[in-house]
């Protein structure tokens, strides 16, 4: 039967001329079981003898598959041994061929032969294979800023037809325009399975912005939606561009403090490294971007730089202001001096800047120094200099002592209340506070010393005549005066003439007191006369004229 089918089919092959439909695509999947339809599934004509499948390579090598005649029967297979294990065919006389490869990418055509016909329905077989995943390969450690540098590979492993890359920054592609971009991309061919590798390497001149740039691959493909590869990111590298030299101090830098001076610079990575440049010297710090000064003087100030290790011509530089103020009194500390000399103060300062300064004398505020000539005893006391300029205080002082030999400037004599006693007054002026001494024996008693001035009293009762002698003295020198004092048990001494005073005051008093009682007694008769008149005045005056005379009356009787 089967011989038989061959013979004939091999027969109508050669007399009938074959009625060839135009030819269909099929897309199959790699790796799949391919299912080539014969006439789109319709192939059950009436009067069908056989149908067979054959295929025609590329290089237009045309070989048989299979044949079968009727539905009850096996198909007979006659392919290659490429496909004879392989190949199979279904009620509706689609061909399966088992394990797509790109080796069966051919033409296959199915012949479906009928008594009166033969018909051929060619098939064109592609078999697609989907790429792997992109993968990222050689990834740059770092991108420099302006400068074209390799930023890595992209692979898709393996497809059919060959998979296309792009390059995306940020999703966004980019496009390749061979100043800043560049993108190779290159496609193999696997020699035994004939599926296609893409490599695509993106050439990319970064600029600092690219710090936050994402970037990755997209893998198109026809068999489906893109592959993204997982993103990345680049640490952009640029040299230093700005530095700053920053002076960490107070407002004022004064002489003894530690100035630190801390550099700064830019760039990606950072210098961590620097030189610091000042008075002719240069000083490398590693690992840190400080330097300080201890114990700065006024010599230190100046103009300070710092630089990159590897470029001096990469700086910045500041500048370093020491403040100062030196004071100078003279004289200063005691200073001794004898009443009636003259003194003469001399202040120099010298300062970083204007300095203002302020005199006190023993705690009390001056609006200026006294002249001191001549010198006074109240010229004595501590006076002290503050000036200040930049935040910096300084003080000076001296403690000025008037000396000179005491005077005795007055002494007198008074008389106590009651006349019994006599007190001496003695005023005297000197420096050291003076000592007295009287001629005699009585109660003494003083005015605290102050300014050089002190006044001594004595308290005696004499009961004759004296010449008392007042004595003043210190370390440099002695003065004495004298008072008679005349004694108070004589009436003709100065008591008496206070009694003379009593009595004229009595006198006195007596005459004032006549006169006052006869202008009252004028005054009296006056009203009464008016009174006696003038009867029809009202109660109100009746009642003011008897309180006038009644008052008139009490003032009648007083004495
Ligand atoms: C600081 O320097 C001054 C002189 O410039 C010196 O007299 C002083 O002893 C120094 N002080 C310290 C703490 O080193
Ligand atoms: C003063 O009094 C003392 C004793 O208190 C006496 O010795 C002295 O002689 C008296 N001097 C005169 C001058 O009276
Ligand atoms: C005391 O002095 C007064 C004059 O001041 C004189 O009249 C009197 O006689 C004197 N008395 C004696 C005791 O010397």
Not at 250 to 260: K, L, M, S
Not at 309 to 328: F, K
Request: hydrophobic share 35%; with cysteine; charged share 25%.
């Amino acid at each position: 039967m089967g011989s038989l089918g061959v013979l004939l089919g091999a027969f109508l092959t050669a007399a009938i001329i074959p009625t060839v439909s135009s030819k269909t695509g099929l897309n199959a999947t790699y790796g799949e079981t391919i299912t080539i339809p014969c006439n789109n599934g319709d192939n059950q004509p009436a009067d069908l003898v056989f149908t067979k499948w054959k295929y025609t390579t590329k290089d237009g090598v045309s070989e048989d598959l299979l044949v079968k005649q009727s539905q009850k029967d096996e198909a007979k297979i006659t392919a290659p041994d490429s496909y004879r294990a392989r190949i199979s065919i279904s009620a509706d006389s689609s061909l399966l061929i088992q394990s797509g490869t790109l080796q069966d990418e051919n033409v296959f055509t199915c012949i479906v032969v009928t008594v009166a016909n033969l018909k051929e329905y060619p098939v064109d077989v592609y078999v697609h294979k989907r790429p792997s995943a992109p993968e990222f390969r050689n990834k740059a450690r770092r991108l420099e800023d302006g400068k074209l540098m390799p930023l890595g590979e992209c692979v898709a492993l393996n497809a059919n037809p060959p998979a296309e890359i792009t390059w995306v920054k940020n999703n966004k592609t980019l496009v390749a325009d061979d100043k800043t971009i560049v993108i190779k991309t290159s496609v193999t061919k696997d020699p035994v399975s004939s599926l296609s590798t893409t490599t695509s390497g993106l050439q990319y001149m970064a600029g600092k912005q690219d710090m936050t740039s994402k970037f990755a691959c997209v893998v198109k493909h026809v068999t489906g939606s893109d592959q993204v590869s997982a993103p990345e990111s680049f640490s952009i590298h640029y040299p230093t561009e700005n530095m700053s030299l920053q002076v960490l101090s107070a407002a004022h830098i004064r002489e003894g403090d530690d100035v630190t001076l801390k550099c700064q610079a830019d760039g990606n990575p950072p210098p961590t490294s620097f030189n610091f440049h000042f008075k002719g010297k240069t000083v490398s710090v590693t690992d840190s971007d400080v330097y300080t000064l201890t114990n700065v003087s006024r010599a230190d100030s100046g103009e300070y730089k710092c630089s990159l290790l590897n470029n001096d011509n990469m700086g910045a530089s500041a500048t370093v202001t020491v403040t100062y103020l030196d004071l100078s009194l003279s004289p200063s500390g005691k200073v001794l001096k004898k009443f009636g000399e003259s003194l003469e103060v001399k202040l120099e300062k010298n300062a970083s800047s204007e300095a203002t300064v302020s005199w006190t004398k023993d705690n009390g505020k001056l609006d200026k120094l006294p002249h001191f000539s001549p010198l006074t005893y109240k010229h004595a006391g501590l006076y002290t200099c503050a000036a200040s300029a930049d935040g910096i205080e300084r003080t000076a002082f001296f403690d000025l002592v008037v000396e000179g030999t005491p005077v005795i400037k007055s002494l007198t004599k008074e008389s106590s209340k009651d006349g019994k006693k006599k007190v001496l007054v003695c005023v005297a002026e000197g420096a050291p506070e003076p000592e007295v001494q009287w001629s005699v024996n009585g109660t003494h008693n003083k005015v605290p010393y102050a300014g050089g001035f002190t006044t001594y009293k004595l308290t005696i009762v004499p009961s004759t005549n004296l010449t008392v002698t007042c004595t003043v003295s210190n370390k440099l020198g002695v003065n004495s005066r004298d008072i008679d004092v005349s004694s108070v048990f004589k009436e003709d001494s100065e008591g008496r003439t206070d009694n003379e005073g009593d009595k004229a005051a009595v006198i006195v008093g007596v005459v004032v007191g006549l006169v006052v009682l006869a202008a009252l007694g004028g005054i009296v008769y006056c009203l009464y006369m008016r009174r006696r008149q003038g009867t029809w005045k009202t109660a109100e005056k009746e009642l003011g004229n008897s309180e006038e005379s009644k008052k008139l009356e009490e003032n009648n009787h007083r004495p």
